[in-house]
Nanobody, 128 residues
Framework: QVQLVESGGGLVQAGDSLRLSCAAS????????MGWFRQAPGKEREFVAA????????RYVDSVKGRFTISRDNAKNTMYLQMNTLKPEDTAVYYC?????????????????????WGQGTQVTVSS
């Protein structure tokens, strides 16, 4: 089992940048595909980005392509989400998640039910 802790959220203005981090416990971080999801008030949780175990494969929701970058450092048991040119519609609680069944080299999943472990979330608020 892995425990996930997000950090790096905050209140920023439109056009600003933030970098979220997801720190994982344990020594098997590299065996998980990882993903970021977000949930805005009154809306369903949505996929944002995902990264394979090896970092070779990444996926993004169309609304963040070109603005957000997902990465991971398996030696540090940490995943990141660099968010640039933030927009008010990016306001949400951001969650990181781990898929324990990910095979090496496969495309990471973009649906939440494929993920087994979740963090508590970090709030990102973008003012206009």
């Amino acid at each position: 089992q892995v425990q996930l802790v997000e950090s790096g959220g905050g209140l920023v203005q439109a056009g600003d940048s933030l970098r979220l981090s997801c720190a994982a416990s344990g020594h098997t971080f590299g065996s998980y595909a990882m993903g970021w999801f977000r949930q805005a008030p009154g809306k369903e949780r949505e996929f944002v980005a995902a990264i394979s175990r090896s970092s070779i494969r990444t996926r993004y929701v169309d609304s963040v392509k070109g603005r957000f970058t997902i990465s991971r450092d398996n030696a540090k048991n940490t995943m990141y989400l660099q968010m640039n040119t933030l927009k008010p519609e990016d306001t949400a609680v951001y969650y990181c998640a781990a898929d324990r069944d990910a095979a090496w080299g496969t495309v990471p999943p973009l649906v939440d039910y494929r993920y087994d472990y979740w963090g508590q979330g970090t709030q990102v608020t973008v003012s206009s």
